[in-house]
Every structure is written in structure tokens, then in C-alpha cells.
């Protein structure tokens, strides 16, 4: 049987190369295969004209191992293909392969490549292998090693030995590059481009990344989980993970706890809370949790009102790339007297003074 043997080389910065070979075989491989009598190829042959993929696929094996046929690959991707663009994954992979050796076709990694996608979308395992491989290799698509490791972990999921074993190497290797796969597989989730798109997929996913114990993730988690409102279950997990990033110090852990206090997400609405929470979070530097602040300065909302430290933390804010802050300023510049203004200028300049990090660029919420 000319089935393509793929190998994956594991090539990190000072570690020696380790191979790891894969068969892409599908449930038919030659070695155990029944040899297929005339009548049966004969059966195939009807089905696979009537359009039946299946046969389609059966009857492309049969050409590329010369079981009951002529050995001819030609033929192989012939009814490879027919399958294929009936959207047959086991087809595409095989397509895929054959594109990749160049049997039966001219060599094409790249068209290999775009038969994977098609199949790896879906959950073929075999093919998110193949796919993973090829990132790796950098073999028809640009070299990726998170690319990779998150198509390894994939197919491991779905089955495939050989993905363990290439998820194991990368793992010993690379580990810290784990929690970056997981979060490729939930953007791939999320989008649905290369995957179906499951949002409780990404939420499954993403809890995988979560046990590694990092803010940044535990944050994006809490979101998807607070997006997801059909639970108190989702508010009391989405809690714990704010919290948790919270104590490691990181800022949208922290303005994630604003939020629930702020909202009654989970808890009773506690705004005197809430205003704890965004006035930490904008010590740190973030310029969402400063805008937070100063509207709650200027409605009296957790904070006793003071106009003047409002428009001192909305001007924080306002150097950020937030538009809603420069709106907020110029609307609270023409509220307020001049020497207003001066003295809330003069207050974030202090501010800025007493603080190592400047009020952050950018408008990361955990949830709207």
C-alpha cells in the first residue's frame, strides 16, 4: 500500500531532534484488509457511479493498493476527489495525503493542506494529525509550533495514538507553550473557521488552560462563562476564576471582580464593593477600571460624589485608547468650571506621581 509516512521532527532551541514517525492510516490499512473479490469491486464500482461517497472512498482504497484493481493512483484520487467534494472528511484527508506524496497528482503541500482544513473541521482525527504535522514542518503552510500543538491536542481528543505521542514530546519539551495551544483551540472554537463553532467547546477547552493557574487565561475564561448566562453555576465559577487572577495581582482579574459586584452577577449588587475592586484595578494601571471610577465619582455610585476626583480619573483614562473616556472628558469639560478642571488635572498628575505604572492603553472589559 503506498500510503504517505509522515514525520514530525521536534526541533527545540538546544534539544537534540527527535523523530516521530506516523502512518496517516485510516481503519483500512493494507495489512489487514480483505482481499476484495470481483463481485465486491464490482458492487463498489455501481455505488461509487450512483454517487454513493463511501464507495467513493472504498473504491479509491481499492485503486491505491491494488486490492482487486490494477495498483493505479490516478484512479485512487479520482474517486478520492469525487468523495471529497461531497464533503466526505475521510475522503479529504486521504486527498489531502495524496496531494502531499504527489501520488497521482502532481506534489501540491499547499492543496494537501486546504484538504486537512476541510476534514480536520470535521473532528476527523487522522486529519488534524496530518494538519498538525504540517505546521510543525512548516510543509504547505507557514512553520507554527502552537499551531501544531493545538492540532495534536485535538486529535488526541478525538483519537489518535499518534497525536498523543507528538502532544507528549511537545509537552516535554515545550510545556510552557500548552497554555497558548489551548487558547488557539478555543479561538478556533469561538471563530468557527477551522472548527465547528461551540461555544461550550471553547468554555471545555479553556478550562483545560485554566488549571495551568494563569491570570490572563482564568480572565478570558470568567468572560466566556459570564457571556454565557444560562446559570448561577457559570457566575459562581466565572467568580472564583476573577478572584483567583485577582490574588495573583493581575488587573483584569481584578476589574472582572468589579464587575460582578458591580452587576449582581452571582452576588447581591454591592456597588462600595464594586468601587473597591475598579479603584485597585485602576492602581495598577488600567485604563477601563479608571473610567469605571470616575463615572462612579460623578453619579455617586459606591463613592461619595466629588466631581472634581471624577474628572481626574476619566482624564486618566481618556490618555488610554478608549473613546468612550475622551467623550466622557469633554462632556464632564463642559459640566465643569475651569478651576474645576485644573484641579482635577492637578490630582492625576499627582496621581501618575504616586503610581510606578501609568494608566494602561487599551479597553479589555471581561464582559459586557
Keep these: 500500500m503506498s500510503r504517505l509516512v509522515l514525520i514530525v521532527s521536534f526541533t527545540f532551541s538546544v534539544v537534540a531532534l527527535i523523530g516521530l514517525v506516523q502512518q496517516a492510516l485510516t481503519q483500512q490499512q493494507s495489512a489487514s484488509t480483505t482481499r476484495l473479490l470481483p463481485e465486491a469491486i464490482a458492487q463498489l464500482q455501481a455505488k461509487a457511479d450512483a454517487g454513493d461517497a463511501d464507495a467513493q472512498v472504498s473504491l ?61 473541521k470535521q473532528e476527523n482525527p487522522n486529519a488534524m494529525f496530518n494538519l498538525g504535522t504540517a505546521y510543525y514542518n512548516g510543509d504547505g503552510v507557514a512553520a507554527d509550533e502552537i499551531a501544531a500543538y493545538a492540532w495534536f491536542l485535538l486529535a488526541q481528543q478525538f ?47 479553556y478550562r483545560k488552560a485554566a488549571e495551568n493557574g494563569e491570570g490572563r487565561v482564568q480572565v478570558k475564561l470568567a468572560k466566556l462563562l459570564l457571556q454565557d448566562r444560562s446559570g448561577t453555576s457559570n457566575y459562581a465559577e466565572a467568580s472564583h476564576l476573577c478572584e483567583k487572577a485577582a ?102 498628575v499627582e496621581w501618575t506621581g504616586k503610581h510606578a505604572q501609568p494608566v494602561l492603553k487599551g479597553k479589555t472589559q471581561t464582559a459586557n
Design 159 to 205: 483519537g489518535s495514538s499518534s497525536a498523543t505521542d507528538a502532544a507528549k514530546h511537545m509537552k516535554d519539551e515545550a510545556g510552557n507553550r500548552e497554555s497558548d495551544a489551548l487558547e488557539k483551540i478555543v479561538d478556533m472554537y469561538q471563530k468557527g473557521d477551522e472548527l465547528p463553532q461551540r461555544s461550550g467547546e471553547a468554555i471545555n477547552w
Design 60 to 120: 479509491g482504497r481499492a485503486y491505491e493498493d491494488g486490492n482487486g484493481v490494477p495498483k493505479n493512483d490516478r484512479q485512487a484520487v479520482r474517486w478520492y476527489r469525487a468523495a471529497a467534494e461531497q464533503g466526505n472528511a475521510k475522503a479529504q484527508d486521504d486527498l489531502g495525503l495524496m496531494f502531499r506524496s504527489g501520488l497521482g497528482v502532481d506534489q501540491d503541500k499547499t492543496e494537501a493542506v486546504k484538504w486537512y482544513r476541510k476534514a480536520a
Design 247 to 348: 490574588n495573583q495581582h493581575f488587573s483584569l482579574g481584578t476589574y472582572c471582580m468589579g464587575q460582578i459586584y458591580d452587576h449582581g452577577w452571582g452576588v447581591a449588587q454591592d456597588l462600595s464593593q464594586a468601587a473597591k475592586w475598579y479603584s485597585d484595578a485602576a492602581n495598577m494601571g488600567l485604563a477601563v477600571a479608571a473610567l469605571r471610577v470616575g463615572e462612579m465619582y460623578w453619579k455617586g455610585e459606591g463613592l461619595k460624589q466629588d466631581r472634581i476626583s471624577a474628572y481626574e480619573f476619566i482624564y486618566l483614562a481618556s490618555s488610554s485608547d478608549i473613546p468612550e473616556a475622551k467623550q466622557e472628558r469633554e462632556m464632564l469639560e463642559r459640566e465643569l468650571t475651569r478651576k474645576e478642571v485644573e484641579k482635577g488635572k492637578a490630582k492625576a
